[in-house]
């Protein structure tokens, strides 16, 4: 297969992009569709539907994922053998740029700091890669994108029965990931998005967008200021 870099790189924003407004939307461990991903975790590790139910009870009020929003970020400690993502930013979200800032640390397993979001018509979920620990992407690589300092590798996934904003789902994934971490930094979101689309990578319409952390059987912390 080959491999093409992609011919984007820190484009202006087209006139019809606006500055976003203050963040106005968080991604809790309570949301239904993290309860979603949580529940086929445990089921595809053999827990029965009692004691599924039963862990999740307890996951929702236990603190395994302590996590503390606020009017502009969040606060983050975790220690959970499952997956969770949560985060803070914006329903529906923008192509506007975000600038996130703060700490990210995974000491056990892995985890992932992102830009995480959703579109619908067509269903995708997308992730622009910040930082991680102990995680190795997979699926079939795009390209890359150059932009806001840094290079990211471009990748495709296809979900098949998973976990999305509208029920168990099978859909695509779009993942730009950076090379070379960074716990702060501002994303050009819309040069992503037109970097999956010169790889055929459409998106549909805006829905829920965050500066996010993900885990799976992990152990970390973070603290994210999200700006506009």
Known sequence: ?????SPVADE?????VERRGPSDFFLSPEHPLMLARLNASLEARGMSLEART???????????????PSGNGFNLNFNTNNDFVVGVGWNPGSRSPITHSGSFSVTRGLGTLS????????LVEYYV???????SQTGTKKGTVSTDGGTYTIWENVRTNAP??????????????????RPSGTV??????????????????????VVAV????????AQQTVTN
């Open 1 to 5: 297969m080959r491999v093409f870099s």
């Open 12 to 16: 202006a924003l087209p006139p019809h």
């Open 54 to 68: 039963n862990y999740v009870q307890n996951y929702k009020t236990g603190g395994t994922v302590n996590f503390t």
């Open 115 to 122: 830009v995480y979001g959703w579109t619908t018509n067509p």
């Open 129 to 135: 890669i910040e930082d991680s620990g102990g995680f």
């Open 164 to 181: 999305s904003i509208q029920g168990t789902r099978t859909f695509n994934q779009y993942i730009s990931v950076r090379n070379g971490g």
């Open 188 to 209: 050009t979101i819309n040069n992503h998005f037109n970097a999956w689309a010169s790889h055929g990578m459409n998106l549909g319409t805006l829905n829920l967008q």
């Open 214 to 221: 993900e885990s799976w059987n992990g152990a970390g912390s």
